[in-house]
């Protein structure tokens, strides 16, 4: 089992950039891909990006591509989210997850087996 906490969320306007990180714990942070995902008020958790073990392997969402950067740091346990440009539809909880074992990582929820708390991001017009 691994737990995990982001942090980083708040309040910007529209067109200005927030970091989100999330901090593992409890196993082997360096063999778990990690995800991020959102969920707005009404809409279903939506997948955002998502990095392999070793950092070579990113996917993004193509509502996000070119805007957000995923990147880890695995000597601190650490997944960040780069968030630039950011757009009143990108208002949600974020969530890190992270799963053991998968490759290429997954870019669908169910696939994912620890989970953050999550971090409130309001992106006003």
Partial sequence: QVQLVESGG???????????????????FS?????????????????????????????????????????????????YLQMNSLKPEDTAVYYCAAVEGWYPPPREARSYDSWGQGTQVTVSA
């Fill in 31 to 79: 063999s778990y891909a990690m995800g991020w995902f959102r969920q707005a008020p009404g809409k279903d958790r939506d997948f955002v990006a998502t990095i392999n073990w070793s950092g070579g392997v990113r996917y993004y969402a193509d509502s996000v591509k070119g805007r957000f950067t995923i990147s880890r740091d695995n000597a601190k346990n650490t997944v």
């Fill in 10 to 28: 708040g309040l910007v306007q529209a067109g200005g950039s927030l970091r989100l990180s999330c901090v593992a714990s409890g196993r082997t």
